[in-house]
């Protein structure tokens, strides 16, 4: 079992930057490849980016490529998402995922709010 606690999130103007945390606890942090979705009220969550468990070769949707970063590391049992010119569109609840053989693991989420 993996339990995730994402922190980070909060209210930015348009263009600011904002950096998401996830801390991961339970298996091993290496066993598995873990990600960002972010969920928009009256929308289906998306994918935004994932890593893989040796943290060497990142994915991103279309959407944020170019200004999304993520990593694992920084921290020990951490990834973060590092969010750059952000836009309205960007505002969600984004929510942490570790895709393990047991199964799929979730966080609570945490609020972005982009204002313009």
């Known amino acids: 079992q993996v339990h995730l606690t994402e922190s980070g999130g909060g209210l930015v103007q348009t263009g600011g930057s904002l950096k998401l945390s996830c801390v991961a606890s339970?298996?091993?942090?290496?066993?598995?490849?873990m990600a960002w979705f972010r969920q928009a009220p009256g929308k289906e969550r998306e994918f935004v980016a994932a890593?893989?468990?040796?943290?060497?070769?990142?994915v991103y949707a279309d959407s944020v490529k170019g200004r999304f970063t993520i990593a694992r590391g920084d921290v020990r049992n951490t990834i973060s998402l590092l969010m750059n010119n952000l836009q309205p569109e960007d505002a969600a609840v984004y929510y942490c995922?570790?895709?393990?053989?047991?199964?799929?693991?979730w966080g609570q989420g945490t609020q972005v709010t982009v204002s313009s």
């Open positions: 339970g298996r091993p942090f290496n066993d598995y490849a």
């Open positions: 890593i893989d468990d040796e943290g060497t070769r990142p």
């Open positions: 995922n570790a895709d393990t053989t047991g199964g799929d693991y």
